[in-house]
């Protein structure tokens, strides 16, 4: 098996935006529900965002109308746009399959919201 690579994080200032994009090398990409993971320091993972494998979207609570993810199953890709972010988004963000995790997790991608 070959984990996920997540890419796009940084330094942000609280409001602005980030991108994150995910590459997850895998036969039948297509068919598997997607999500979005993150990792606050000193806290569990939790779940951000999925997308299922027929495009429809859910999103935790706390991202509803900041976050948007896609997918590109031609490219083996899903992305993650964030927007009006907070000090409280800062993590390490993972994607992986859902509900069931396939992959072994990534090393993910630093987002640190400060100012």
């Known amino acids: 098996q070959v984990q996920p690579v997540e890419s796009g994080g940084g330094l942000v200032q609280p409001g602005g935006s980030l991108r994150l994009s995910c590459t997850a090398v895998?036969?039948?990409?297509?068919?598997?529900?997607m999500a979005w993971y993150r990792q606050a320091p000193g806290k569990q993972r939790e779940l951000v965002a999925v997308?299922?494998?027929?495009?429809?979207?859910n999103y935790a609570d706390v991202v509803e109308d900041r976050f948007t993810i896609s997918r590109d199953n031609a490219k083996k890709t899903v992305s993650l746009q964030m927007n009006s972010l907070k000090p409280e988004d800062t993590a390490i963000y993972y994607c992986n399959s859902y509900p069931e995790t396939h992959w072994p997790w990534g090393q993910g991608t630093w987002v640190t919201v400060s100012s």
């Open positions: 895998r036969m039948l990409f297509g068919i598997y529900n």
């Open positions: 997308i299922n494998n027929n495009d429809s979207t």
